[in-house]
Structures are given as structure tokens and as C-alpha cells.
């Protein structure tokens, strides 16, 4: 358990500006294919621009547009679509990510750079207890006698059960406050007061739709996590079992005696590789559920959402096929670079971390034992 608090401590404090451009990422919607702008030289006559535009608005076909009023009413107004095009497209690329590295910079140039880290209580609130359930039950699912797995999965699907149960037992438990990080990352604004901000309009959606609206998503929740796990836990016992193998191999080329039991450096090695890998491949094939939670946690879940028939407020397949219907594969896959590059290192560093910590505590453990039977 304490393995499992220090490595999410340290991954969190690493991973969350990443975890936040997912979320914007994400949460983004791109203008829809037919949709087209308005020709400017067909606005009134009496619309000018002497300087650019400071706001984009958007039409209900998701268009942008921007309008400045002439300086004074006595002044000639003069217009110009080249210049009121290009204030409108220089504001739209402002406030849009087109990749990972530019999300961090425009993030961080526009709100600041601590805003990289937003969400980051919370999600230390999360981690901690999440992993703590999450990895602890996954080793006693394994390696416990009284395990139900024991004598009803064979030992080559026992990591993907295993993966599959511990991860939904720590989502149940961590998934309001999940929604309260994901709602606070996605907020745009530069205001510290973000938290309690988000905090109240919880308070008003739980007030309005009751104490279940604090676990909506979980089921998409459940379709990201679980087979998430189900492919990390089985990739990673996978990946060691290959880099055991492979240290053995080159041991007995050499005509050296391998070690019964793997140095502290070789386990850091063996268990950053393999979490590293499995994690980047699973958070892959897992990400258009993530695009469907992330977006179906950001909306604004008003009294009116369900009347006004919001795709967010649709079930999961159906959502998912909405956004794959708009916005193709691409829309699917929106923030999977982000995904990746969050997952693969929060994966290596959570499980390096974990098993070197959960060494060192048998190694005190065995030596306390020791001393135990001596006296």
C-alpha cells in the first residue's frame, strides 16, 4: 500500500500537464465538415474593423465569426475581409490544440504555467486511494490463497481477470472524484477560484439530478478501464516473462550463473520496459472510450440536456457512433498521442516504483521475521 502512495505521488506530479491537454484535446470539437464560413463582403455596410477582433463567436453550425463595430459612428467604415479573416483565424488558433506539444505551449503562454497542473489535488485525491485498491488487489487476486481466482482461471488469463476486477473496484470508488478533475482540467479560464468554482456546480448538479449523477460516465468509465487493464496486466507479465527469458538466454551464452533472484536494478529495468510498453499499447486501443467519458463528463449537464436530445446525453455506443459519424476515425482518436504519452511513462514509473518499493518492504519484512525467530 505504501509502494502504491509514493509511485502515484511521483507519477501524478510528472504526467498531469499531459493529462490536462488530453482533456482539451478532447473535450474540442472541430467545426462540422459542411459547415462554411460566411463571406464577409456580404455583411452590412455599416460593419468595420480598424483592429483585430478579440472574440470568436460561434453559429449553430459551429462556424466561427468575428464582428467589430466601426470606432465611432461618425467614422468612415472601412472593410476589410482580409484583415477581419485573419484576426478571427488568428483568435480560432489561440484557443485551439492541434497537437500535444502545442497544447502545452498555448496552455501555458495564454493561462499560465501553472495551469499545466490543474486538477492536480484531485487528482492526487484519486490516485491514492485508486491505485492503493487497484494494485493491492491485483497482487492478492494473483498471489493470494483464498483468491477466487485460484483453481477457476488458468495461470494465462489470471492477469486479465485479475486486471479486469481490481480496475472495477477502484473506479467505483474514485469516479466522482475523477469527474471533478476531468471538469476542472477542461475549464478554459485563468481564474484560481477554478475549484471551488467546480465544486458548486457539482453541488448544483447533484442538488438538481441526485447523488447518481456523481457516477455518470462510470459505464464508459468501465469500457476504457477495464479492458485497459485487462491488456496492461496481461502485456506487462507478458513483456517480463520475454525479458526474463532473454536475460537467461545471455547468461548462458556467456557462461554465466544467473542470479535466482533479480538485482534492484535489473527489476527497475524489466518492470519500466514492460510498463511502458503494454501501457502505451493499451491506453491506444482504449482511447476512443476515453474521447467518449472525457466528453461526456465536460458537458454541461443542464435540466434541459436530455429535452434538447445532446449526443453526450446518449448511451455509449450511440455517442461513440455520433462522434465517428461526424468526425471520422480522427474524432475517435482525438488526443492519442496525449494519451500515450500520459499512459506509457505513468505506467513505467507507477509500476517500477511499485515493485522496487514492494521489494524493499519484503526485504524489511523478511529481515523482521528473521530477527523474530532468532530471539
Known amino acids: 500500500m505504501l509502494s502504491a502512495v509514493s509511485g502515484s505521488i511521483f507519477t501524478s506530479l510528472l504526467v498531469t500537464p499531459l493529462d490536462v491537454v488530453r482533456v482539451r484535446l478532447q473535450a474540442q470539437q472541430g467545426p462540422s465538415p459542411s459547415a462554411r464560413l460566411p463571406s464577409f463582403l456580404h455583411l452590412p455596410p455599416s460593419l468595420g474593423s480598424t483592429s483585430c477582433c478579440r472574440e470568436v463567436f460561434w453559429v449553430q453550425n459551429q462556424s466561427q465569426f468575428c464582428v467589430a463595430n466601426a470606432p465611432s459612428s461618425s467614422a468612415a467604415a472601412v472593410l476589410d475581409e482580409r484583415i477581419i479573416s485573419d484576426c478571427a483565424a488568428e483568435e480560432s488558433q489561440r484557443r485551439t490544440f492541434n497537437t500535444t506539444l502545442d497544447g502545452l505551449r498555448k496552455i501555458a503562454r495564454n493561462e499560465g504555467v501553472w495551469t499545466l497542473w490543474r486538477g492536480l489535488s484531485p487528482t492526487l485525491m484519486m490516485a491514492v486511494p485508486g491505485n492503493v485498491i487497484y494494485?493491492?488487489?491485483?497482487?492478492?487476486?494473483?498471489?493470494?490463497?483464498?483468491?477466487p481466482l485460484v483453481g477457476r482461471v488458468s495461470e494465462q488469463y489470471q492477469p486479465l481477470v485479475g486486471g479486469s476486477i481490481a480496475r472495477v473496484l477502484a473506479a467505483v470508488v474514485v469516479s466522482p472524484i475523477e469527474m471533478l478533475r476531468t471538469r476542472m482540467q477542461a475549464s478554459q479560464t485563468g481564474n484560481?477560484?477554478?475549484?471551488?468554482?467546480?465544486?458548486?456546480?457539482?453541488?448544483?448538479?447533484?442538488g438538481n439530478e441526485g447523488v447518481h449523477s456523481l457516477w455518470r460516465g462510470l459505464s464508459l468509465t468501465f469500457w476504457r478501464d477495464v479492458p485497459f487493464s485487462a491488456f496492461y496486466w496481461w502485456g506487462y507479465e507478458y513483456g517480463r516473462k520475454r525479458l526474463d527469458e532473454s536475460r537467461t538466454r545471455s547468461a548462458a551464452m556467456l557462461g554465466q550463473r544467473r542470479d535466482a533472484e533479480l538485482s534492484h536494478s535489473a527489476l527497475l529495468t524489466d518492470s519500466f520496459i514492460a510498463g511502458a510498453s503494454s501501457g502505451a499499447v493499451?491506453?491506444?486501443?482504449?482511447?476512443?472510450?476515453?474521447?467518449?467519458?472525457?466528453?461526456?463528463?465536460?458537458?454541461?449537464?443542464?435540466?434541459?440536456?436530455?429535452?434538447?436530445?445532446?449526443?453526450?446525453?446518449?448511451?455509449?455506443?450511440?455517442?461513440?457512433?455520433?462522434?465517428?459519424?461526424?468526425?471520422?476515425?480522427?474524432?475517435?482518436?482525438k488526443g492519442w498521442a496525449a494519451r500515450c504519452l500520459k499512459v506509457a511513462p505513468a505506467c513505467a514509473i507507477m509500476i517500477s516504483s511499485y515493485e522496487i518499493g514492494k521489494r524493499m518492504a519484503g526485504s524489511v519484512n523478511d529481515r523482521r521475521e528473521l530477527e523474530r525467530q532468532e530471539a
Not at 135 to 147: I, N
Open 192 to 206: 484560481k477560484g477554478v475549484l471551488r468554482a467546480t465544486a458548486v456546480a457539482m453541488k448544483e448538479m447533484v
Open 135 to 147: 494494485f493491492a488487489g491485483y497482487d492478492w487476486l494473483r498471489t493470494s490463497q483464498y483468491s
Open 282 to 333: 493499451a491506453a491506444f486501443f482504449t482511447t476512443p472510450f476515453d474521447v467518449g467519458k472525457t466528453r461526456q463528463q465536460t458537458v454541461m449537464h443542464d435540466a434541459q440536456a436530455r429535452v434538447k436530445d445532446l449526443p453526450e446525453t446518449r448511451s455509449m455506443p450511440r455517442f461513440l457512433w455520433h462522434i465517428y459519424c461526424n468526425e471520422g476515425m480522427g474524432g475517435l482518436f
